[in-house]
């Protein structure tokens, strides 16, 4: 699929550091390493049906786009698609034939809606929509100063029940079993489009557990007296100057008990202490309660993204 000097094809493993590349430029929020897009493509879901499209020209990756089933929700068919231009080399039709050659894609696989994630950019809402997206639900990037900016003082915050213990996700290497579980309760508790019922250990243990971004020193867990994990913030490094948290989350039940601010202040004094300078994290605009715990520790808003979507036509309904 081509226009112009620009043509779209699937990815090689020797395109792995371009697409990082491509995707810091245009989300410089997260981290994303050539490791890190490599795995993703060698340990996704049958299921997901992941497929990882490049956009080049004149020999040059300029533009990506990741493309996946939402294997893990309850509700079938849905698509989930974002591409990434470079910012040097937008406006030369590459985000609409990734965007075209992705619907088509996920048709294919049964997707009858799809969903994409957009900067809150007139231009690229505008790009959006003319691709026939609606506008959904914003999120809110944020940036702390580590390098800095105050960290909280461990002693100030309350102290942890009998029993219960601050530990790190690598005290866990032997057996993560009880992160996985209390990502699972976490994870269908975070508000969004798409529901999430994680219910398959090895796939979590493949995709989330060995992710090479995942820094198991920095990700804080408290551990209650009989070995659940009742919080966590999860966290991935560059393993030089960025840190972002991936989720934060505590138990049902152990919940309005400063979990989340124990574990996210011993976690970023841990980040600090390794020598990271910057701390991102991303919240659901509708999530209040992590916002304003992100908000104490003095994030600011950084970026904002709208997640839009698309229902694909139907054999009943194509123009």
């Not at 800095?148 to 601050?166: M, N, Q, T």
């Not at 994990?229 to 400063?258: C, N």
Request: hydrophobic residues 40%; glycine residues 8%.
């Amino acid at each position: 699929m081509s226009v112009s000097s620009v043509f779209v094809r699937d990815f090689r493993p020797e395109d792995a550091e371009a697409v990082a590349r491509v995707r810091h430029a245009s989300i410089p929020y997260l981290v994303t390493t050539g490791e890190s897009v490599l795995f993703a493509t060698e340990n996704a879901h049958p299921a997901q049906k992941y497929r990882l499209l490049v956009a080049e020209s004149g020999g040059e990756v300029i533009g990506a786009a990741h493309v996946s089933l939402a294997h893990e929700s309850r509700d079938p068919g849905q698509g989930t698609v974002t591409p990434h231009v470079h910012p040097g080399h937008r406006g030369r039709g590459a985000g609409s034939l990734l965007l075209r050659a992705a619907e088509e894609h996920l048709a294919a696989g049964g997707a009858t809606r799809v969903y994409a994630w957009v900067t809150d950019e007139p231009r690229e809402r505008a790009f959006a929509e003319g691709h026939g997206y609606a506008p959904r639900r914003p999120a809110r990037f944020l940036r702390l100063d580590l390098a800095g900016g105050p960290l909280p003082d461990p002693a100030g915050l309350k102290p942890l029940p009998a029993g219960f213990e601050l530990r790190t996700a690598a005290d866990l290497a032997a057996d993560p079993r009880p992160l996985f579980e209390a990502d699972a309760e976490v994870s269908a508790d975070e508000p969004g489009d798409i529901s999430a019922e994680l219910d398959d250990y090895q796939d979590w243990l493949r995709q989330t557990w060995n992710h090479p971004c995942l820094d198991r020193d920095l990700t804080s867990v408290v551990v209650a007296p009989d070995g659940r994990i009742a919080a966590f913030t999860a966290a991935h490094s560059d393993r030089a100057t960025r840190y972002v948290t991936g989720m934060t989350g505590t138990l049902r039940e152990f919940r309005g008990q400063g979990f989340a601010r124990l574990v996210k202040t011993d976690s970023l004094r841990r980040a600090r202490a390794a020598g990271h300078t910057e701390a991102f994290t991303s919240n659901d605009a509708g999530n209040a309660p992590m916002l304003a715990v992100n908000r104490w520790f003095g994030y600011e808003i950084c970026g904002t993204e709208v997640r839009h979507v698309r229902e694909l036509p139907t054999a009943r309904n194509e123009p």
